[in-house]
Structure formats: C-alpha cells, structure tokens
C-alpha cells in the first residue's frame, strides 16, 4: 500500500505535514509506505532535527507549488510540476493508492476530476465531512463545498455515496440517511428538495427515513445527512465556529472538543476512483497523521469499488 501526501500544500505546510508523516508512519505497518510529493531538499532538515531516517518515506520531488489562493483549473495545468498535479498523475498511472492534501481545495477537485476522474454512474462526486453527535459518535454530511447547486437526482445518489461510506469506513450499521430540510414534512422545502424526496425515499439501496432541518445535526436522527454543498458548507463553517468560540471562552466540554477538525483529518471526496482526501488550510501535525490514518481505512475498506458495485447494480 502507498499513500500519497502533498507536503507542500497548507498554512503550515512543510513542517506541519512533514511532522504528520512521521506520526502517521509509525503506526503503519511495514508494508505501508508514505510517499511524500514535494521539494525534498525543504523536508530533509525537518526528517534530520527529528532524527528520521529519509528511506521511510517515498519521495517525488516538485518544483512547483499551487498556493491556496490561485485558480484551481489554471493551476493545475499551468504546473505540471507542482505536487498536487504530480500527486493525481501518480494516483491516475496506480503508481500510489490514495492521495491527501491540505493544499488549494478548488485545486484538488480539478485534479480528482480529471485525472482518476467520477466513477461511471457517479453525477457528480461529493465532499463529505464528519458531524459530532450529542451522545456519541458521529455522522457524515455531504455534499460541503464541492455542488454549490444540485439537482434532485444528486441528492439521491448523494444519499447512496454517504450511506456506503458510513457503513465500510466507520462500521456505522445500516446508516440512517436523511434529507437536510426547512422541515420534516414530505412536502416541505424548495424545489430541488422536494424534488429529492420522493426520489430518496423509493430508493431501495439505503435506508431513507426522511427529512430533517438544521435543529437535528447533532443528534441521532440521522447517520447521514444529504444537502447541497452551499448549504452544508455554511453549516460545517458554523459547526467549526462553535469549537473556536469554546476555547476562546476557555469553556471546557466533551461534545464541543469533538469538534476539532484535528481528530477527523479531512474530508474525503466520494464517487472518484481512488481516495482522494482534502485537509483543512491549518491542518496541524495531529490532522495530518489522521487524515492518512484515514486514507489507509479508505483502502482497505475497497469503498471505491463498494460504490462501483453499488451502481452497477
């Protein structure tokens, strides 16, 4: 097994991504390699101040970098040489089996889009993002950026892609999928989502049990949770705002330090054909471990061929 990390890509990146590496490799097993996308001169004295012999990792040096703040598809194919751009080159030829970054987030959605490219079937492939749950636990919401605007038939399909993911990488039985609304009545809602919900609900390979409005994020009405990714994008803003203002407020909570995005590492693209995980901007060491952690379940739980199967069938 490889997985790929850009290491160049985030606020706080070579360090922090570098740091997250070598925590993340020491849980791997030895058949489990990291290969790191970058400019390996820049990782050398990191591995060196940490006492890390470089063999441990796989390195594919870039001499180029796509900041956070330039256009995804323009950059994407004006640096051929960048290490997002080598990194999908890599994923697309098989050479690594997922690839991870906490770099331009547009960036890595051109580049999942069109190298290893949606899965046949797949209307438009989803970012999805893990929300705490009051009891325990968590569930999954997408779409949370990737289709600002959507149509019924994505919902649906968003439905099946977050119901698989659920049940093969977290082990969540059966997941409850539902439908993000201004209310629990069937006929509520605009007209995408009442356009959704008679289409979700005869959908036999995912266990619908209706709407639910914003009120319900956090408890356990749901597994998953469908919406459009302009709407589930304000609502992950705002869930990461609660975790801010608590340590701002120096307010000490179970529930609330389950939303550190640190714990979850990042949010996996579903309905492309390898694992393609997008970090937070600020990703630390800790995120970046667990978003390879994270890229390893992805690859031994087969999801992308669990998904392939599904829409065959």
Do not use: W
């Amino acid at each position: 097994m490889k997985i790929g990390l850009d290491f160049m890509g985030g606020d706080y990146a070579p360090k922090a991504a570098v740091l997250g590496a070598i925590a993340a490799q020491k849980v791997l097993s030895p058949d489990q390699k990291i290969v790191l996308f970058g400019d390996k001169e820049q990782a050398m004295p990191i591995l060196a101040e940490h006492e890390i012999d470089p063999s441990c990792f796989e390195f594919v040096h870039a001499t180029e970098v796509i900041g956070m703040g330039e256009h995804p598809t323009k950059a994407i194919t004006q640096k051929p040489n960048s290490s997002i751009s080598l990194g999908f080159q890599y994923l697309k030829e098989g050479k690594i089996d997922s690839f991870a970054s906490a770099g331009n987030t547009g960036a890595m959605l051109v580049g999942a889009m069109f190298s290893v490219r949606p899965i046949e079937g797949v209307l438009r492939p989803a970012i999805a993002t893990n929300v705490p749950k009051l009891k325990s636990g968590f569930g999954i919401m997408l779409d949370v950026g990737a289709n600002a605007d959507c149509k019924p038939e994505m919902l649906t399909q968003f439905g099946l892609l977050g119901s698989i993911f659920a049940e093969s990488v977290y082990g969540i039985s059966n997941p409850k999928v539902a439908l993000m609304n201004i209310g629990e009545e069937e006929e509520k809602g605009n007209i995408v989502s009442m356009g959704a919900y008679p289409l979700m609900k005869a959908e036999k390979q995912y266990n619908f049990v209706g709407n639910v409005e914003g009120r319900d994020l956090f408890n356990d009405k749901a597994d998953v949770i469908v919406c459009d990714g302009f709407t589930g994008n304000v609502m992950l803003k705002l869930a990461e705002t609660f975790y801010v203002l608590t340590l701002k407020k120096g307010f000490k909570d179970e529930f609330f330090d389950r939303f550190n995005y640190e714990q979850y590492g990042g949010s996996p693209i579903l309905g492309v054909n390898a694992p393609v995980i997008i970090g937070h901007g600020i990703s630390s060491p800790e995120a970046i471990k667990n978003m390879l952690l994270l890229s390893k379940t992805m690859i031994e739980s087969k999801l992308v061929d669990k998904i392939k199967s599904a829409l065959n069938s």
